[in-house]
Nanobody, 124 residues
Framework: QVQLVESGGGLVQAGGSLRLSCAAS????????MGWSRQAPGKEREFVAALSGSGGYTIYADSVKGRFTLSRDNAKNTVDLQMTSLKPEDTAVYYC?????????????????WGQGTQVTVSS
């Protein structure tokens, strides 16, 4: 059973930073591409960043490119999303995701396990 547990959400002012973490278990972590998606009220879920199993390849949605950085620690089975220069439009519930392949994808359908989500609120 794969389990993903997110932490690190909260309230921050525009221009500020937050770091989200996801702890994974139940799957060989280094063989697993990981990613983060988000869903704002009334909007469809959007995949924002993904990282290959080795950590050598990362892809970002245009909406967060240059502001968010995704990294992983395969010794600790964790993946972190560092978010900087936050904007009110980044307000959403953020979900960690896992897929049973090493290659990173920005497609929601390519991921089979999801965390419970953590709220990020950016005030203007």
């Amino acid at each position: 059973q794969v389990q993903l547990v997110e932490s690190g959400g909260g309230l921050v002012q525009a221009g500020g930073s937050l770091r989200l973490s996801c702890a994974a278990s139940g799957r060989t972590f280094s063989s697993t591409a990981m990613g983060w998606s988000r869903q704002a009220p009334g909007k469809e879920r959007e995949f924002v960043a993904a990282l290959s199993g080795s950590g050598g390849y990362t892809i970002y949605a245009d909406s967060v490119k240059g502001r968010f950085t995704l990294s992983r620690d395969n010794a600790k089975n964790t993946v972190d999303l560092q978010m900087t220069s936050l904007k009110p439009e980044d307000t959403a519930v953020y979900y960690c995701a896992s897929r049973p392949f090493t290659s990173a994808r920005l497609n929601l359908d390519d991921y089979d396990y999801w965390g419970q989500g953590t709220q990020v609120t950016v005030s203007s």
